[in-house]
């Protein structure tokens, strides 16, 4: 059996009026996120590690932000496209481990619903996702609450 890691990371801008997207789920929030698509942090930090694992480089390069056909679009429908790149490549997912830093709101409560939006799009079980939050005690601009940001590092096999 071949085991690969990737780490991945993502970081969007706050503002006043804009959807907040976590985990493929909507957080009720005063700010949301700027972006090209809908600004899900910690999806794109998922893609970005399981495509770097994969060596299939990374979400800018798969899904490009001057790509007009996917503004706006739901980060859910590029997690299933990345997982479906892997999966051509005969890679199934072990885990994932994250964390999403962010100032306010608390999201705690919301992780569970996260694992299982997750989950259903990779088809994988939520016990195999582990999403943690933090904050950076009001230091850098997560904690003045001027962006998001996310990290994640995962777990791909494949038989020889």
Known sequence: MKIKVGFGY?????KEAEELILGGIRIEHYKGTIAHSDGDVLIHAICDALLGAANLR??????????QSLKGIDSKILLKKTADLLQEKGW???NIDSTIVLQKPKIKDKIPEMQKALASVLVIDTEDISIKATTTERLGF???EEGVSAYAVVLINKDN
Do not use: S
């Open 142 to 144: 997560n904690g003045k």
């Open 10 to 14: 993502d970081v969007h801008a706050l």
């Open 58 to 67: 990374d979400i800018g390069f798969q899904f490009p932000d001057n790509d």
């Open 92 to 94: 199934q997912i072990g």
